[in-house]
């Protein structure tokens, strides 16, 4: 049991926010992150979209979820979701 509970702790999770929510039980997340450019130095804003698996369909357009690295569900899911940090208002 201690072997399972060690893989779930190395498994990436990332904070993203909800863009769509159109498909049965599947969400669409954007992660942000920031690049600091090669050659002149400043910081930009670099978007990468998850596609995560969410059973209960609880999320919606503009939440702020954590989702965490799974085995792959689909051609393009390999992410769940794990909680909605916060609702949209």
Same mark, same amino acid.
């Given at each position: ?7 779930? =702790?190395?498994?990436?999770? *990332?904070?993203?926010?909800?863009? %769509? ?8 997340? %954007?992660?942000? *992150? ?6 002149? =130095? ?17 999320? %919606? ?12 569900? %689909? ?15």
């Amino acid at each position: 049991m201690a072997e399972v509970t060690n893989l779930r =702790g190395r498994r990436k999770t *990332r904070i993203g926010l909800v863009t %769509s929510n159109k498909m049965e039980k599947t969400i669409t997340v %954007s992660v942000e *992150r920031k690049v600091k450019h090669p050659i002149y =130095g400043k910081f930009l804003k670099k978007t990468t979209k998850f596609m995560a698996h969410d059973e209960k369909n609880e999320c %919606s357009i503009g939440d702020i979820v954590r989702i965490m690295e799974t085995r792959p569900l %689909s051609k393009n899911k390999c992410w769940r979701l794990v909680e909605v940090v916060e609702k949209v208002k």
